[in-house]
């Protein structure tokens, strides 16, 4: 099979590209490769092409008026059978036993297969361990197509690197990772992903090495993550600000800039479990990456005790403290919801009988009641405290001035009897010391 036309095919405006999933993956690449080849933009939720088509951005990650982008948004799959050229974004989370649930996946691969042109290529950027693009989705594409990979078609994978809310890393401007089943594959997927990622595309040798990349650039996040977690537990014993401690580390040349935080999401709280996983495959042992999730996981609860330790050292009746937390998408700046290390915070302070007051304007509040069962408050409409939490670090609520912020509290209160936690460390400590609030960071 000749693949050197599909590159050519586009630019020349005779083939279409193709993207299957349209979330905060799918959507930013299918507007992007518009603005230089004819594309087709499928998903299953009929709910998101219909708001796609009618201009609407569920995802926040598409900086243009959609109302421009040439995009064909149709949850139709037999419009597939137009593209030669097909990228699948479909998720890839895990199920509640924390192994990967690779049913998208699956579902993807057959109904590509169903409608896959001879000759076409087709690239997973789903997020995966190393054998699942060969091993799992090549088979489902070829039994449902009837054709031949490596014979009629060919496969690739290139992981994506975006990261929701952030303004500087998107989809153009972060380099790519490309691999194809041979080189000649690779290199057309390569020319065909340059033409839209500006940052330029990384080649590596094979499919099995793009999938390790992504699984392990996630990895290594989530395990300095949980160093630092680990670091602020031991500050907090030690009575020190672990902000300052990891200001002045900082110092050093040779440091890695990781904070403490809630790791959530999609990506980060999800893929070394995918790692995991691989690793149980081969018979590897991987105590430190199981290790560093287990302190994330623990993260949520952390410090719903902390929230109650200080609320403790006030007054005797917590049950009655009203708790405001501010945020609850999986980070800052961004609308997801998903796998939100919030809601451990949320089922902590329930335990102690409390029940906080949540306010995230970003959030879809259907969603947020959907899939938690949550009532989000409107931030204007949020209750005087007696405890805050600002738990994500979104740019609305970095902007509260702290007197504003003093000011969200119960009037009858002293300031001293006022408790911020500042998960992100958003506010100045300084100030708030100064003012004599209850003040405690991670
Ligand atoms: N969100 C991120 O920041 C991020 C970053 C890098 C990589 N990833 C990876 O990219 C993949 C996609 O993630 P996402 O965040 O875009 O997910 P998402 O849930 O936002 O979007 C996935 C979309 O796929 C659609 N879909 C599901 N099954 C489908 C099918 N059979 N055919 C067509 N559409 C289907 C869903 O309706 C949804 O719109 C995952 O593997 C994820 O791990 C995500």
């Known amino acids: 099979m000749k693949t050197q036309s599909i590159y050519q095919g586009l630019v020349d405006g005779n083939e279409k590209l193709a993207l299957v999933g349209l979330g905060y993956v799918g959507f930013p690449a299918a507007v992007e490769f518009a603005k230089y080849v004819k594309v087709i933009g499928f998903d299953i939720s009929e709910k998101r092409i219909n708001a796609y088509k009618n201009g609407i951005d569920i995802t926040g990650e598409a900086k243009e008026n959609l109302k421009d982008t040439t995009v064909e948004f149709t949850s139709d799959p037999t419009k597939l059978k137009n593209a030669r050229f097909i990228i699948a974004a479909v998720p890839t989370p895990s199920k509640e036993d924390e192994t990967p649930d690779l049913t998208f996946l699956e579902n993807a691969s057959e109904m590509i297969g169903k409608n896959l042109a001879a000759g076409s290529i087709v690239v997973f950027e789903s997020t995966v361990y190393p054998g699942v693009t060969e091993n799992v989705c090549v088979p489902l594409i070829e039994q449902a197509s009837g054709l031949k990979c490596g014979m009629d078609w060919k496969i690739g994978y290139s992981p994506e690197r975006i990261s929701p809310g952030d303004e500087i890393h998107r989809f153009p401007s972060i380099r790519k990772i490309v691999s194809g089943m041979d080189r000649e594959t690779a290199a057309e997927i390569q020319k065909v992903y340059n033409l839209a990622v500006k940052a330029g595309t990384h080649l590596v040798s094979d499919i099995k090495t793009a999938e390790a990349v992504k699984l392990i650039e996630n990895s290594q996040r989530d395990i300095n993550i949980a160093f630092m977690n680990e670091i602020a537990k031991i500050c907090d014993k030690l009575n020190i600000d672990t902000n300052e401690v990891i200001t002045g580390m900082n110092t050093k040349w040779n440091a890695l800039g990781f904070k403490p935080g809630l790791v959530g999401g999609h990506c980060i709280g999800v893929d070394s479990y995918y790692l995991m996983e691989i690793a149980k495959k081969l018979g590897c042992s991987t105590p430190i990456v199981s290790g560093a999730r287990r302190v994330n996981e623990g993260m949520g609860g952390y410090i719903a005790d902390i929230a109650v330790r200080e609320m403790e050292a006030i007054r005797k009746n917590i049950k009655k403290a009203a708790v405001v937390i501010l945020g609850i998408t999986f980070k800052e700046n961004c609308t997801d919801i998903r796998n939100s ?102």
């Open 341 to 442: 290390k919030v809601i451990d915070l949320v089922n902590r302070l329930k335990f102690y009988h409390i029940e906080p007051v949540i306010a995230d304007d970003r959030a879809d509040s259907k969603d947020v009641e959907e899939m938690y069962g949550i009532k989000l408050v409107p931030f204007d409409r949020l209750p005087p405290a007696d405890c805050i939490i600002a738990a994500v670090g979104h740019n609305e609520y970095r902007a509260i001035s702290t007197e504003r912020l003093l000011g969200m509290f119960k009037p009858c209160l002293q300031n001293s009897e006022k408790v911020l936690i500042d998960v992100k460390s958003i506010y100045s400590a300084d100030e708030l010391h100064a003012s004599g609030i209850r003040f405690w960071r991670l």
